[in-house]
């Protein structure tokens, strides 16, 4: 796809269209793969003229995740050039794979280029373009070197030689300078002199290219390096250790590498070679040597030093062998459906969830499930789902030798109905353990005799006029959970506590909103960072992004999921300069680890939550304050936006599928979550990325970059 080629200067199109012009002369190509905060390459230097750039964000170019990129000019900066519009977003799965080509006409200056899709950090560049000259440039650079260091008196270099490469053009100017070592030895960049302290003799050769294209011939320069007179008449000393792994015969598997060292502390060391074998040629050592051949192996090493003195030859000895067949396939995971469907095809009342799985070689060891994106939990006996709506169940398979299987997904619907009727418990809360408030006690949160858990059952959501009422009720729940054998005297002695240092019902805690963070190190350690950045507890009982920490991420609440609330905070905008900081606040997004998508957790929370932007910049993302990210857009307009540094105000309700978003008290967005929808058009039909987002999940706040500078405070919730 290529977008946005609005002038006669540029036009984009895909590599089989019709109608396409002649190409260019000069060829410019920009790649991308996994990295969101660079492109794999791209170019710094053009002459001006017709020009076909070519942009590929493929699988060839290293794309392993699907992830999409854009190559946009940037036409926004006085101080680069703007008459070329150019922005082609590819990636692998599009209809040609991710390949691009545009023709466009550069002239002399400056170009800036990024990606425009929001996340990519720093990635982007400048395109420097000079004259074409018309030819008039067709002289090539002048070279010399010098070579410089203390001589005796036969014109070597004692201890060590200073080669210092320069490099002149009058024309278009010097655009590289390389230098190789020795007749054969790999051309690399100039950049500083080469000091050369090896003993012996050296040829250093040397060239550059003009910005016109004019190379200069190849030159060099010839010297050699003796050690300074001392009194070292005593060799290197040296040693070789073998690393790989074994087997129980101390054999090693498929491979193993030799390490050699050898110190000297008279002249220095001067060189370190090995063979292979009892009659092998001696060869430089540069790095350790890995063997994969299988068989008997003798490795022999020696070293000399600066004055000429030899170490004795050395030598190991090991056998490398064949590994034995590993169990490299995972299980087969199954799952099955029961219950009563009603005409629409929900289930009426509850489903019944059953999983298998078989393994032909190491055997099956165990049956995991999530549901609705929460953590993984042992499969035992078939799953129970009573609550009525939309539910997802994912599961997977791990055999004895540790292979787990993809996850697979499973969807469908629960609808009331006659016959049992789902339980109707006080609150949901499906945690591990049993929490009050914000304070773990380690009990295990089971179910009860009422088909509630434990955690449902202490209702630390409701909202209580002291904290002796809501201890009270607590002592009664748990006396009756002790009489029912459901939990044990120490197990009711540790919920006792916890409920006592949750401080429900005390002062502050009779709104119904239950504090996040509060501004404290304790509260703020009860969050998790993942992916890039970090937030900093600061001045205000607040926390900031930071400054110096580069990359995006996210700090999440990874305590407990949420389905109904209310969510309260003040943020305020401290982006340096006068730019404005780009932030969010994700919203029911499932736990990001044990994730298919684990490797980015912060993309967890964008392709399968919901963020609500907070960006006050007039220019650039076109989702501003109060936008459900890529899938409702609301504009800035001026009412309610405070001046950059200032305290706001931030509420987002979400009862069902409507999201409510209100700023200083003023309702600024609704919004309606309707099945179908898509963000990412090649993922259509993943549960994770269209309009059937879960109705539980994880909150957390985005930290976006070095610049996007957002400070929080006074987080809180309340189920509603």
């Not at 490099?167 to 030895?185: C, K, L, Q, R, W």
Request: proline share 5%.
């Amino acid at each position: 796809m290529v977008l946005g080629l609005t002038s006669t200067a540029a036009y984009g199109r895909a590599d089989d269209s019709p109608a396409a012009p002649k190409a260019a002369a000069q060829v410019l190509t920009w790649t991308a793969g996994d990295p969101i905060d660079k492109y794999l390459t791209f170019p710094t230097t053009a002459v001006a003229g017709a020009t076909t750039i070519v942009f590929e964000n493929s699988t060839a170019t290293g794309n392993t995740t699907g992830m999409p990129h854009t190559l946009t000019f940037d036409t926004s900066d006085p101080e680069y050039n703007s008459d070329v519009q150019l922005n082609i977003l590819a990636n692998p799965g599009d209809a040609n794979g991710g390949k691009y080509t545009a023709e466009v006409n550069l002239t002399p200056g400056k170009y800036r280029f990024h990606c425009s899709i929001p996340g990519h950090g720093t990635m982007n560049g400048v395109l420097t373009v000079t004259e074409a000259g018309g030819g008039d440039d067709t002289t090539a650079p002048g070279t010399a070197a010098k070579v410089d260091g203390q001589k005796n008196a036969d014109g070597a270099y004692v201890g060590s030689a200073t080669v210092t490469v320069t490099a002149t053009d009058d024309g278009s100017g010097v655009a590289t300078t390389e230098y190789a070592v020795g007749a054969d030895g790999a051309w690399q960049p100039y950049t500083a002199p080469v000091v050369v302290d090896k003993v012996g003799d050296h040829t250093i050769r040397y060239r550059a290219t003009d910005k016109a294209g004019n190379a200069a011939a190849e030159k060099s320069v010839d010297f050699t390096v003796v050690a300074p007179s001392n009194d070292d008449k005593t060799p290197p000393e040296t040693s070789a250790t073998v690393s790989g792994e074994k087997d129980d015969a101390g054999n090693y598997l498929s491979m193993a590498t030799v390490t050699v060292t050898a110190s000297d502390t008279g002249s220095g060391v001067n060189t370190i070679e090995y063979a292979l074998g009892a009659d092998g040629a001696w060869q430089p050592y540069t790095a350790p040597v890995m063997v994969h051949e299988t068989g008997a192996h003798k490795v022999r090493y020696r070293a000399t030093d600066k004055a000429g003195n030899a170490a004795a030859e050395k030598s190991v000895d090991f056998t490398v062998v064949k590994p034995p067949v590993k169990d490299t396939t995972p299980p087969v995971a199954g799952a099955a459906v029961d219950g009563t469907k009603n005409s629409n095809g929900a289930y009426i009342t509850s489903a019944k969830v059953t999983l298998t799985a078989t393994d032909t070689e190491s055997g099956v060891d165990k049956i995991a499930y999530s549901l609705d994106g929460g953590p993984y939990l042992a499969y035992t006996t078939p799953v129970i789902v009573d609550k009525v709506g939309y539910h997802a169940l994912a599961y997977r398979a791990t055999d004895k030798a540790g292979n787990t299987s993809q996850a697979k997904q499973l969807s469908f619907t629960i609808a009331q109905g006659g016959g049992v009727p789902a339980p109707n418990c006080p609150e949901f809360d499906e945690r591990l353990t049993v929490i009050v408030g914000t304070v773990d006690s380690g009990v295990p949160n089971r179910l009860t005799r009422s088909r509630c858990t434990v955690n449902e059952l202490i209702e630390d959501e409701k909202e209580w006029t002291s904290q002796a009422l809501f201890l009270k009720h607590v002592d009664s729940v748990l006396d009756k959970l002790l009489a029912d054998t459901v939990i044990d005297a120490r197990e009711f002695t540790a919920i006792t506590k916890a409920a006592k240092q949750s401080k429900i019902g005390t002062p502050g805690q009779t709104e119904g909103y239950r504090d996040l963070f509060d501004g404290t190190a304790e509260s703020l350690a009860k969050w998790e960072q993942v992916g890039g950045g970090k937030f900093t507890l600061t001045g205000d009982r607040a926390i900031t992004s930071s400054t110096t920490v580069d990359g995006m991420g996210m700090l999440w609440f990874p305590q407990r999921t949420y389905g109904d609330f209310s969510l309260k905070l003040q943020f305020r905008d401290d982006a340096p300069g006068t730019g404005n900081a780009n932030g969010g606040v994700f919203v029911r997004f499932p736990n990001v680890h044990n994730h298919p998508e684990e490797s980015r957790p912060e993309w967890v929370a964008i392709n399968y939550g919901h963020e609500m932007q907070i960006l006050d910049r007039p220019d650039g993302d076109l989702y501003k304050t109060g936008s459900v990210y890529g899938f409702d857009r609301v504009g800035l307009g001026g009412a309610g936006v405070t001046p950059k540094g200032t305290w706001n105000d931030y509420e987002i309700r979400a009862v069902g599928q409507h999201f409510t978003i209100l700023r200083n008290g003023v309702v600024i967005n609704e919004f309606d979550n309707v099945a179908g929808q898509t963000f990412y058009p090649e993922r259509a039909g993943d549960p994770g990325t269209d309009g059937r987002r879960y109705a539980t999940g994880y909150v957390g706040l985005q930290v976006h970059g070095t610049t996007d500078v957002i400070s929080y405070r006074d987080i809180r919730i309340q189920e509603l």
